[in-house]
């Protein structure tokens, strides 16, 4: 990795940490001199992670929907399952006393 005799830079220029002298990678984000601050390197050095105005709420949104039960399954359903669930707990429960 460092073999080309490129010097490790002082702060990594994708993340800015801070490096210690002869590092051969960043602790912090995993860049090396072949994926990061070497001379031959074309990446951006962004390594594919969203941009600083990524919206979390939004991609969950999106992704996963907005409701706690699954989608597809009618209320009454999810209800009955739910009770049925706290049932069988409960009934474990107080079956041990």
Request: hydrophobic share 40%.
């Given at each position: 990795?460092?073999?080309?005799?490129?010097?490790t830079?002082?702060?990594?220029?994708?993340?800015?940490?801070?490096?210690?002298?002869?590092?051969?990678?960043c602790?912090?984000?995993?860049?090396?001199?072949?994926?990061?601050?070497?001379?031959?390197?074309?990446?951006?050095?962004?390594?594919?992670?969203?941009?600083?105005d990524?919206?979390?709420?939004?991609?969950?949104?999106?992704?996963?929907?907005?409701?706690?039960?699954?989608?597809?399954?009618p209320?009454?359903?999810?209800?009955?399952?739910?009770?049925?669930?706290?049932?069988?707990?409960?009934?474990?429960?107080?079956?041990?006393?």
């Open positions: 990795m460092s073999g080309r005799g490129s010097e830079p002082e702060v990594c220029p994708v993340c800015g940490e801070a490096l210690p002298p002869r590092a051969r990678m602790r912090a984000c995993g860049a090396d001199e072949d994926h990061g601050w070497g001379e031959d390197d074309d990446s951006d050095g962004a390594a594919g992670l969203p941009d600083d990524f919206d979390y709420g939004e991609f969950a949104e999106r992704e996963f929907g907005g409701g706690m039960r699954p989608s597809g399954m209320v009454g359903v999810w209800i009955v399952l739910t009770l049925l669930i706290l049932a069988f707990l409960g009934g474990f429960v107080f079956s041990r006393f």
